[in-house]
């Protein structure tokens, strides 16, 4: 992991699908490897969609957290041309 | 006088400008209100008509009016490309130097495609979202083509007219099914999206059917780059794809004015409360159509409903009346998914679209549009529309409930969605 990584945080909260997504996407576009992306989002079928998306990219989920009204999906990217 | 100045003279500056001169008429004749509707060209074209031409050999002339036979009487076209937008002095300057001063502004610059945001793309890849004459380039294209993989491909979100892939996708089966040369031909569809279309429950519809017409479908692909020699399309993540012909829709960003005058987000888009169309923190500013950063669909509808909003808006203001009306979010998208067939893509901001079975009614609804838009564009069929589309808008200090439909949640303030 390279010392200057960045942690992004992306509020996507009050955005419905394929509002959450497209966020992380556009953040994932600008991000180095070894970047921690924070995506907040409302939406139910964010916490899904980026499971999904992790696991055929082969980006790493670090977590998930339940916060008040909306979840806190932390994404590290480990995989990017 | 109350001078109203309109940049962009597409879809939603057309018709808020038609609009406004016609609710004006009076005020217009007496000298007390002027309308200036600034613009790049003397054509306009109907941009949906980009996938006849691209997918059905329509020619790009059937498409296009000059703006002077779509404009009403009381609206000065001036044909003259904003290149400032000042709020603080309250003025539009433009390419030959004119300064307009403005007492209500809206921005309707729409959205440009652009395919040099992505390497490799302007030459790797055909597109139907620059204009009719690149979409007459798919048609030539198709017309040689024998065998092989054409890969439709999403290069970049939010782009003009959501369905418009998938809707290539199966005008390019209908194509080669009736050549009789689908069997020598693979589809394959890339997309960032998690499913075929982003929307669930038009995914639950679009899914299947892509299944049954043998298109290949790669979700979560999220284009880097093209190499036009090799013929490979390569995603962030990492995946890979040949193609022998590629067609992509381009990213999107907003027009060189707005970025030019330092008025938009990052992308290049205004920064509009999603509900009275008035551009954020901008007294007498508002922006319409596919220029906003709501996401909404970036479709003709929308600029459409809008603009009945921001007209409204604008004469109460100037009346200095209550009564401000809000736009409710509502899109309406025809998706043609072939052999005669077509689904609508409906929703609000509080209601997503629901699930529906493809029809031929639908069909001919979305084909009669290109006759329609015309007139639309006078404002001569608001009553229509009005029973046609429902509610969309209200006052704006009544908040709307959300439709029994509904199942996703509502947002504290109102969902965002692009459908
Ligand atoms: C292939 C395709 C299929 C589509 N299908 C559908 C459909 O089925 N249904 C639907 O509702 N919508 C559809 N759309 C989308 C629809 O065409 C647009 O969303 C709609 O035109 C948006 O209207 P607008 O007024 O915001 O922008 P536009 O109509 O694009 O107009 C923007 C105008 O601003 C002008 N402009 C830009 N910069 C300047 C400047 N500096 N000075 C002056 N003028 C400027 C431009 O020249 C242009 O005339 C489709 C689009 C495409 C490409």
């Known amino acids: 992991m390279s010392t200057t990584e960045q942690r992004k945080v992306i509020d996507s909260r009050g955005s419905f699908c394929p509002g959450p997504i497209t966020d992380l996407f556009k953040a994932y576009r600008s991000a180095q490897l070894g970047d921690v992306i924070e995506l907040l989002a409302t939406d139910p079928a964010a916490k899904a969609d980026v499971t999904a998306w992790t696991q055929k990219s082969g980006n790493e989920l670090v977590g998930i957290v339940d916060e008040q009204g909306y979840a806190r999906i932390t994404v590290r990217v480990t995989k990017k041309r | ?419």
Request: hydrophobic share 40%; charged share 20%.
């Open chain 2, 1 to 419: 006088m109350k001078r109203v100045v309109i940049v962009g003279s597409g879809d939603g500056g057309t018709f808020t400008a038609n609009l406004l001169a016609s609710k004006l008429r009076k005020e217009i004749k007496g000298g007390l209100v002027s309308v200036q509707l600034v613009g790049e060209h003397l054509l306009h074209p109907f941009q949906p008509g980009n996938l006849d031409i691209a997918f059905k050999g329509a020619v790009p002339d059937k498409y296009v009016r000059a703006e002077t036979d779509l404009i009403r009487k009381g609206v000065e076209f001036i044909k003259d490309p904003a290149v400032k937008i000042d709020f603080s002095a309250r003025s539009v300057a433009t390419k030959s130097g004119r300064t307009l001063p403005y007492d209500y502004l809206v921005i309707a610059t729409g959205a440009v495609a652009d395919p040099s945001k992505i390497q490799g793309l302007a030459e790797g890849a055909l597109n139907f979202h620059t204009g009719g004459a690149d979409s007459r380039r798919v048609w030539e294209a198709l017309q040689s083509f024998e065998g092989g993989t054409i890969v439709v491909a999403i290069a970049g979100t939010p782009h003009k007219c959501p369905p418009s892939p998938n809707e290539a996708a199966f005008m390019l089966d209908e194509f080669f099914q009736k050549r009789g040369t689908r069997g020598k031909v693979k589809i394959r569809f890339l997309t960032p999206y998690p499913r075929p279309y982003p929307a669930e429950k038009v995914s639950h519809v679009v899914e299947p059917m892509f299944q049954k017409k043998g298109i290949d479908v790669v979700t979560f692909f999220n284009v880097d780059s093209v190499d036009p020699a090799k013929h490979k399309i390569y995603s962030l993540e990492g995946e890979a794809f040949d193609y022998d012909l590629l067609i992509a829709v381009p990213p999107h960003h907003g027009a060189d004015v707005i970025v030019n005058s330092g008025i938009g987000d990052q992308d290049g888009y205004v920064p509009t409360d999603k509900g009275t169309m008035r551009v954020v923190g901008q007294e007498g500013a508002y922006c319409i159509g596919d220029a906003t950063t709501i996401p909404v669909s970036k479709s003709g509808v929308v600029a459409h409903l809008q603009s009945v909003v921001v007209a409204h808006n604008i004469i109460a203001e100037m009346n200095r009346a209550k009564g401000l009306l809000e736009y409710n979010g509502r899109i309406n998208c025809p998706m043609e998914v072939g052999n005669h067939k077509g689904i609508f893509v409906s929703a609000t901001y509080t209601s997503p679209p629901v699930d529906q079975s493809p029809s031929t009614v639908k069909y001919y609804m979305k084909r009669s549009f290109a006759m329609i838009y015309w007139r639309a564009l006078g404002g001569g069929l608001e009553r229509v529309f009005d029973v046609f589309f429902g509610q969309t808008r209200f006052p704006a200090t009544e908040k709307e409930e959300p439709e029994k439909t509904a199942v996703a949640p509502v947002a504290s303030q109102g969902g965002k969605r692009e459908a």
